[in-house]
């Protein structure tokens, strides 16, 4: 995970879940990834492999819906 994390340049919070934590979510699959608000609500959820650009644009793409 930290050797992901580095690669992608991520400078933001990262927590490592087992799978009973990631099914409520609807990840499907190991890697997955939670995008969580600022106040703690899920607004998304992608599983599979990432590239920096796939999260960078994700995350664009959720700010853009938060009011």
């Known amino acids: ?6 690669r992608l340049k991520l400078k933001m919070p990262v927590a490592i ?3 009973e934590v990631l099914e409520p979510l ?3 699959q190991i890697p997955s990834m ?3 608000t600022q106040d703690g ?4 959820v992608a599983s599979g492999q990432f590239n920096r650009e796939f999260v960078i644009a994700r995350i ?6 938060t009011p």
């Open 41 to 44: 609500v899920i607004s998304g």
């Open 1 to 6: 995970m930290k050797e992901t994390v580095a």
């Open 26 to 28: 609807g990840a499907k």
């Open 60 to 65: 664009k793409e959720l700010a853009s819906e």
């Open 34 to 36: 939670a995008f969580v």
């Open 17 to 19: 879940g087992q799978s």
